[in-house]
């Protein structure tokens, strides 16, 4: 019973709910007396919101649930472990600033800096990578479908097995102690943690300025203490939506094969460009920040929100496009049958 339960995805957002109700009994109890943090708390919630689309989100969860689902893992708790190791860093901050009274740690720039290159550098170098371990897979499905099975009329199925547990190239037993690194979903909360060390988006350093004017305002550590909650609240609500539509979707194009492969290709094929594109640009612009002349002007300009938001729309909207073609595939094979 407990195993189907997390399988079908509903503790997860049970605990996304958790979340809620925890923040948002705090955040009423504090605005009953400061009724003036009703805005604040607001424009928490929508930043949490707002930071689950960032493009290194959208690229880790993912690739990572791409992996996990060819390993045979359950992927659904990917988006939330994910957003809970990245709102525990926010939290701890907060919580610092909170209780020392003052911005002393958002203020400290050894600190920032330690933290920027700390995170930085743990999500360009994982969704490097977690790209490079999908670009196996995506070799895997090329030579599946132009291979035996997609030129001589073979049975596609088995020789896509054939190439997963088959000999091995050089690139993959290289990369094979990393790939057990990660295998289950609540690997994930780590990694979240490390990459909430950056610091390094609008969105987090928004919400320590907010908590650090709130504290210097001599509000309520009750008060204080709910701001980070409604922004893990935002995080996880959506990065566990995008899990658990992710997982929906690479399951359904696992289900046959030969007749959705490229639908698998394609989306596959997305999933490690935008984990490469991504992880380089990070670390061009962790370099950037310490050598300015050694990356170009344009990567600065990168908006990695909207960048998010344009993959996970792609990712969704082609997930949408392939089940119409697929149903209207199947209508017509019936339709030819009778």
């Known amino acids: 019973m407990r195993r189907m339960f997390a399988n079908n995805g509903y503790a997860y957002f049970l605990v996304v709910l958790a ?24 424009l928490a919630y929508s930043l949490g919101l707002r930071h689950a689309f960032d493009a290194d989100h959208i690229a880790a969860i993912d690739n990572t649930i791409r992996k996990l689902i060819e390993r045979k893992s359950n992927p659904l708790g990917v988006g939330l472990y994910f957003s809970l190791g990245h709102s525990t860093v926010v939290f701890l901050m907060v919580l610092a600033i909170a209780f020392s009274m003052n911005t002393f740690v958002f203020d400290n720039p050894a600190l920032r800096e330690i933290g920027g290159l700390i995170g930085t550098s743990v999500s360009g170098f994982f969704l490097i990578f977690i790209g490079l371990i999908n670009v196996i897979t995506l070799v895997k499905l090329w030579r599946g479908a132009w291979g035996a099975g997609g030129r001589t009329g073979g049975n596609f199925k088995s020789d896509h097995q054939s190439h997963q547990h088959g000999p091995k190239g050089i690139f993959t037993k290289c990369l094979a102690p990393a790939l057990r690194m990660i295998n289950k979903s609540w690997h994930m909360y780590p990694l979240g943690f490390l990459f909430g ?142």
């Open 19 to 42: 979340l809620h109700l925890l923040g948002g009994a705090g955040f009423l109890m504090a605005t009953d007396r400061q009724p003036e943090l009703w805005g604040l708390g607001l």
């Open 197 to 338: 060390l950056g610091f390094d988006t609008a969105t987090e350093v928004s919400l320590l300025a907010l908590t650090a004017g709130t504290a210097s305002q001599s509000f309520s550590i009750v008060g204080i203490l709910s701001l980070p909650l409604l922004f893990a609240s935002g995080m996880s609500f959506m990065d566990t939506i995008n899990g658990a539509i992710m997982t929906r979707a690479y399951r359904w194009a696992f289900v046959s094969y030969k007749k959705k492969i490229a639908y698998n290709l394609i989306l596959t094929g997305v999933s490690v460009v935008s984990a490469l594109f991504i992880g380089i640009i990070q670390l061009v612009h962790l370099m950037e920040a310490r050598w300015p002349k050694s990356a170009a002007d344009w990567v600065n300009g990168l908006d990695f929100v909207y960048l998010g938001y344009a993959l996970a729309g792609f990712l969704i909207l082609s997930w949408i496009v392939s089940i119409i073609i697929w149903k209207g595939m199947k209508s017509r094979h019936a339709v030819d049958g009778t």
